[in-house]
């Protein structure tokens, strides 16, 4: 088990250095000036070359770039010279919001989707199974933002139980915020329960029909245990991998989401920043964003490893 999971903190840890290099290459050859674009047209030269060398961008861009990682490394992400702060506090400000509705989306599409694609894998050709995945094909289909739309018009405009939008805080107590939450996470939960249930269902369909899951229904073995103890911790390697990837997503992917309900998270943050060519906010942000989709994916393979030991061998 260690000589697994030291393989898997290597393949980590090199997808983070090559990663750190592809963002930090790609900003650099966005068009635009960020010290024009802070100053305006009508800045001087003089007035240009100082911000630009007190943004470090006088500097080679080798020496750059190991400052910048340097400085990661010591928990310093550089100041951002639009908010005027540090830029490890606006991600610490912003992801308390995604973070939380991150989870609460996750929670919801696995409640949901599991128990669909179960439904649907146990009732297969029949007229349950198709019902079930035309409404997933459908939640495939409409993008998220819709499905927000949608919420936002039943329960804020004509229920008026929930608000439309905007997030009053933590400080406000943990009920107030978690109601500012409640839809964005549902319109975020539907499409992904959407996909999970689809791929259950297909990982479902593939076990069932292996010859240890007949034997057990010989057995005598009620339906409802060979279903949920048997056949689904067996088809959780699928389901798993695309937890993983929809985790990842719903903690990056938030940006339209953040904007229809005006959520102050991490999408919204990294908007606002690349259109104010606020690089130094954009690099740290999305280092975090694939440090996470790292740690998400190394204990993903823990699960997997967990779920089915065979894989401890062959890894």
């Known amino acids: 088990m260690s000589a697994f999971l030291a393989r898997r903190l290597l393949i980590g840890l090199v997808t983070v250095i090559v990663a750190s290099i592809v963002v930090f290459a790609v900003l650099e050859i966005v068009p635009g000036d960020p010290a024009l674009l802070m100053l305006g047209m009508n800045a001087t ?3 240009l070359a100082t911000l630009r060398s007190q943004m470090g961008l006088d500097q080679p861009i080798p ?20 908010y005027s702060s540090p830029v490890i506090d606006l991600i610490v400000e912003r992801g308390i919001v995604s973070l939380p509705l991150a989870v609460i989306s996750l929670i919801l599409s696995t409640a949901i989707a599991i128990p669909v694609g179960i439904f649907a894998a146990s009732r297969r050709g029949r007229a349950a199974d198709a019902i079930s995945m ?6 495939v289909a409409i993008p998220n933002f819709w499905f927000a739309l949608l919420l936002v018009y039943v329960f804020a405009v004509w229920l ?4 439309a ?3 009053p805080g933590w400080g ?8 500012a939450l409640i839809m964005p996470a549902i319109a975020l939960a539907l499409p992904q329960a959407a996909i999970l249930a689809r791929v259950t269902r297909s990982a479902m369909l593939e076990v ?18 060979v279903l949920w103890r048997h056949a689904l911790r067996n088809a959780m390697i699928p389901v798993l991998t695309i937890l993983g990837l929809q985790f990842a997503f719903l903690l990056a992917g938030t940006i339209i989401i953040e904007n229809v309900f005006y959520l102050p998270g991490l999408g919204r943050l990294v908007f606002q920043a690349i259109t104010q060519r606020d690089l130094i906010v954009v690099e740290g942000v999305v280092m975090l964003l694939v440090a996470s989709v790292v740690i998400v994916n190394l204990v993903v393979d823990i699960l997997y490893a967990v779920v089915d030991p065979r894989l401890r061998v062959k890894a």
């Open 45 to 47: 030269p003089e007035a």
């Open 63 to 82: 020496v750059r770039y190991l400052s910048w990682i340097g400085g990661m490394l010591m928990g310093d992400f550089g100041r951002s010279w639009t």
């Open 134 to 139: 035309g409404a997933t094909q459908v939640g």
């Open 160 to 163: 008026r139980l929930l608000p």
């Open 165 to 167: 939008g905007g997030f």
């Open 172 to 179: 406000a107590g943990i009920w107030p915020a978690f109601k």
């Open 208 to 225: 069932l029909g292996e010859d240890y899951i007949r034997t057990a229904r010989a057995k005598g073995i009620p339906r409802r245990k």
